[in-house]
């Protein structure tokens, strides 16, 4: 796999916890050979689920998907990078049960193509949100 997906979701309480473990078990029964999910981590209020992928595009369509039947009440942030690399890809943010993904992630992509590379290290994995 040549790439590092990262879903990040605010978390901060057992059931968050449980919520979240019971979706990367989901992420990993569906997906398939096109992707591995490499764990998670929890901490300092976010639940991190990490994904190796060659086509960071249809896993994140793929975690969209899911998110959405399972209904969870998070926001969700979603970044990629080369396994070899330091810089993340701002891919999106889903505010769930608030504004259509659609036009989040637009505004996401307009805001984050003006930024410069953000970069990301173990063990927090911070992705801010941009400025609308």
């Known amino acids: 796999m040549k790439y590092q997906l990262v879903l990040q ?5 057992q059931s968050d916890f449980e919520r979240l473990v019971a979706l990367e078990q989901r992420l990993e029964r569906e997906s398939g050979d096109s992707s591995n999910v490499d764990g998670h981590d929890f ?35 979603v970044a990629y990078r080369e396994l070899s690399g330091e810089n993340f890809v701002i891919l ?7 504004l259509p993904f ?3 992630f637009c505004r ?18 911070s ?5 609308a």
């Not at 979701?9 to 309480?13: G, L």
């Not at 805001?111 to 290290?121: N, P, Q, R, Y």
């Open 9 to 13: 979701f605010p978390a901060t309480s």
């Open 43 to 77: 901490g300092s209020g976010e639940f991190n689920i990490f994904v190796l992928t060659d086509d960071p595009m249809t896993a994140f369509e793929k975690a969209i998907a899911i998110t959405k039947s399972e209904a969870l009440n998070y926001d969700m942030r």
């Open 92 to 98: 999106g943010l889903r505010i769930l049960q608030s």
């Open 102 to 104: 659609r036009e989040v």
């Open 108 to 125: 996401w992509a307009r805001a984050a193509s003006s930024t410069t590379s953000l970069t990301i290290s173990r063990p927090r994995r």
């Open 127 to 131: 992705l801010p949100i941009p400025p």
